[in-house]
């Protein structure tokens, strides 16, 4: 079974500031994909970067990186000079890029509450 | 702008009505989603449809009942609900089911069940 652990209920940070939120993930396939959402108070879910479990370099997206090591399980989200307007949940998700019969779905862990404050 | 648009954006229903939530996408995907989402539990995949095939169903309640007329249009039908069937839900889309390809979502709709 595919699992997703964000162990951080809530993060604080300061406006300007870097913010890592973690994600490690437990899975037995080669081939498979990790995605970061943001989703603000309104409900939306919004798409943020994307890393392949075959990609060599660490994806990037503006103040977005994925800091990936592939050994460790873990597919951290780093963003840098936090605003205000990064105040939202985040959703780690990971999706088995070779499996038929789920082929598609997407786990997601349980989100961390960002806050950034002045 | 999400390209994926629901509606209602809330909705609150007695146990035994009947109602419809829509979700439309014009960005040319052929794979749509529909997610619960209640409160301190992770997104739950509710059905999967690609070329307006049903291809999973996550062991969803038959009180809840899909249709996908077209790769544009999925509709969630509801009919004698619980109340802990209160939560949002997410409708998604993505180019196809596989590869790097992100699900882009919705806002959803809220739902509440007196």
């Known amino acids: 079974a595919q699992k997703i652990t964000q162990t951080q209920p809530g993060m604080f940070v300061q406006e300007k500031e870097a913010v890592t939120l973690d994600c490690t993930y437990d899975?037995?396939?080669?081939?498979?994909?990790l995605f970061w959402y943001k989703q603000p108070s309104s409900g939306e879910m919004i798409f943020l970067i994307y890393q392949g479990s075959y990609d060599e370099q660490n994806a990037t997206e503006g103040r977005y990186s994925l800091n990936f090591q592939k050994a460790r399980k873990s597919a951290n989200l780093v963003i840098s000079a936090s605003q205000l307007g990064d105040s939202a949940m985040y959703f780690c998700?990971?999706?088995?890029?070779?499996?038929?019969?789920?082929?598609?779905?997407?786990?997601f862990g349980r989100g961390t509450q960002l806050t950034v404050w002045p | 702008e999400t390209g994926v648009t629901q509606t209602p954006r809330h909705l609150v229903m007695g146990m035994t009505n009947k109602k419809s939530l829509k979700c439309e996408q014009h960005?040319?995907?052929?794979?749509m989603y529909w997610y619960k989402q209640s409160a301190k539990k992770p997104l739950e995949l509710m059905f999967v449809?690609?070329?307006?095939?049903?291809?999973e169903n996550n062991s969803v309640p038959s009180r809840f009942s899909p249709e996908c007329p077209n790769s544009s249009h999925l509709f969630l039908h509801l009919h004698t609900l619980q109340p802990e069937d209160s939560a949002l839900y997410l409708c998604?889309?993505?180019?196809?089911?596989?590869?790097?390809?992100?699900?882009?979502f919705g806002d959803g709709t809220r739902l509440s069940i007196l």
């Open positions: 449809y690609n070329f307006k095939e049903q291809t």
């Open positions: 998700a990971m999706r088995d890029l070779d499996r038929g019969s789920t082929l598609g779905r997407l786990y």
């Open positions: 960005l040319g995907h052929n794979a």
């Open positions: 899975t037995s396939d080669q081939s498979y994909g």
């Open positions: 998604a889309s993505s180019l196809d089911r596989g590869g790097n390809q992100p699900q882009h």
